[in-house]
């Protein structure tokens, strides 16, 4: 329980009354920007021990624990956030029924949506850095501008294709695929420098990112935030546990350290963030919540550079900040979409 602008905050009250619509006579911008601060912070916060125990560099008193597989990482994450987040919807008595016709659109969410971004955005961090896999991440609201654009939900302005372009330009400058040179331009493209495939899993997340928030859309017309991440979650543990079955993980001889982990993991991960970020919608519409959700890399690295030592270039700082600026620029509303529905990116890692 935390103490935030002369009130308590308690995660669970969230889950309790897990309605975001914003309500002008109770809103408190000030408490939104916080508690979406806070989200980022724990979001930054994962990404760094996500690759603390693929590296091997996570400490338990003198001695480390054993390197967790990604695919271990994002089946736990998901299977221990239902196994604790239904008790607490039903011990308070929330209604968690939806229609039978959504359950599989829920599990189709889950599995292309969450089990797809977790895995490969943990993927991309093991292979590469969680400077490269978060940035790559982060151009998800460029592949959903171009669905709406092909759809012809929203216009190709002159600012969204600009953020476009900018988006492409941060992750070269932030993956080391463009360097400085000494001559005009000044920039220059330069031969691989980073792993392949963890560059691949990275944009492959951010493919993934941007179905969920496509494909869900409806579904958050209908139910609120918390049902429609539950039946994801159960979607994306029922997957993981058909692709690697209790038995297998089993057979990796898992110490209990390593679980004690992978629980903190989760909730430290998926339901305190949440937690946060739905109480901060509270507070604010989503739209004002996209700038400060953009904390997220910065946490990220700025964790990982302390904790891991980890750095990166004066070069990487300006394709990251690039790539932020182009995800405001895409996101924001314009005049020319005509009373098209407004492209705002869920959170889901």
């Known amino acids: 329980m935390v103490w935030i602008s002369g009130s308590f905050f308690n995660p669970l009250t969230t889950i309790v009354n897990p309605s975001v619509e914003?309500?002008?006579?109770?809103?408190?911008p000030t408490r939104g920007y916080l508690f979406i601060a806070a989200a980022t912070f724990f979001w930054g916060l994962s990404a760094a021990m996500g690759r603390a125990v693929f590296t091997g560099r996570l400490f338990t008193g003198a001695q480390a624990l054993r390197p967790i597989d990604p695919v271990i990482l994002a089946q736990s994450r998901t299977t221990i956030s239902v196994l604790l987040l239904v008790p607490i919807l039903l011990l308070m008595r929330r209604p968690l029924r939806v229609r039978a016709a959504h359950l599989w659109q829920f599990f189709l969410l889950g599995i292309l949506g969450l089990a797809a971004s977790n895995f490969f955005y943990y993927y991309a961090i093991e292979k590469t850095t969680v400077a490269t896999a978060i940035v790559l991440q982060y151009v998800a609201p460029v592949w959903v501008l171009f669905y709406m654009v092909v759809r012809r939900l929203q216009q190709p302005t002159m600012r969204r294709?600009?953020?476009?372009?900018l988006a492409v330009i941060g992750c070269g400058l932030a993956v080391g695929g463009i360097a400085a040179q000494h001559?005009?331009?000044?920039?220059?493209?330069?031969?691989?420098?980073?792993?392949?495939?963890?560059?691949a899993a990275a944009e492959m997340a951010a493919v993934s990112f941007a179905f969920y928030n496509v494909y869900g859309q409806h579904l958050l017309q209908i139910y609120n935030r918390w049902t429609v991440l539950l039946y994801s979650l159960l979607g994306a543990a029922?997957?993981?546990?058909?692709?690697?079955?209790p038995w297998k993980i089993a057979a990796q001889h898992y110490s209990g350290a390593q679980w004690l982990f992978l629980v903190a993991f989760a909730v430290t991960s998926?339901?305190?963030p949440f937690s946060l970020y739905f109480t901060?919608?509270?507070h604010l519409d989503p739209t004002r919540a996209i700038v400060i959700a953009c904390l997220e890399p910065v946490w990220a690295i700025?964790?990982?550079?302390?904790?891991?030592?980890?750095?990166v270039s004066p070069l990487q700082v300006a394709g990251i900040l690039v790539v932020l600026l182009a995800t405001i620029l895409v996101q924001r509303p314009d005049?020319?979409?005509?009373?098209?529905?407004?492209m705002v990116i869920e959170p889901i890692e």
């Open 22 to 28: 914003l309500e002008s006579d109770q809103s408190h």
């Open 161 to 165: 294709v600009s953020g476009v372009i």
């Open 183 to 199: 001559n005009f331009p000044w920039l220059a493209i330069s031969g691989p420098r980073f792993n392949p495939l963890g560059v």
């Open 238 to 245: 029922v997957f993981w546990l058909v692709v690697n079955p």
């Open 270 to 272: 998926m339901l305190v």
């Open 280 to 282: 901060a919608l509270q």
């Open 302 to 311: 700025l964790l990982t550079a302390l904790v891991l030592g980890e750095l």
């Open 335 to 342: 005049s020319k979409d005509r009373g098209a529905p407004p």
